[in-house]
């Protein structure tokens, strides 16, 4: 086991109203320093046929984000692990969410890319009050469910928040 602390900042600005949230970055995304760097993870892939985009570098990437008012972060600051494996978190220490809330208060809803950042959320900060759901995951681990799928799920959650 290696203590890791995350790698990158935040991409969000004071008119984000989507946060996704994923659990703390895989190796690849430690490797280019940007989120959901792993070849095969579907997010970034899901945000570009649903948005009609293609998005080639990791600054097109950042700025489409703070444009349609999303926001990437992960809810983990540090941990120790041993490989990209969400089951492998160990000793997390989570990042804060209060403050960050409260310095970007039009933050609506915050969108999980998996049960494990959900609950990790919910065992530090089930406290605080703003719209969450979990989607499924991007991982390519997570291949019981088609891109397609995936993708319907991620647009009807940001339907309710964004114009797409």
Known sequence: ???YNHPF???INSNTRVLFLGSFP???SFEQSFYYAHPRNAFWPI???IFNVRLETNEAKKVFCLEKRIGLWDVIGSCERSNSSDTNLKNCIPNDFKKLLYDFP???AIGFT???SCDLFEKYFSDLKVEKRVLPSTSPAHAAMKKEEKQKIYKEFL???LTV
């Open 9 to 11: 900042s935040p991409i």
């Open 47 to 49: 945000l570009e046929a």
């Open 159 to 161: 339907d309710n928040y």
């Open 26 to 28: 895989s190796i690849a």
């Open 1 to 3: 086991m290696h203590l």
């Open 106 to 108: 039009n933050i609506e």
């Open 114 to 116: 998996g049960k494990k």
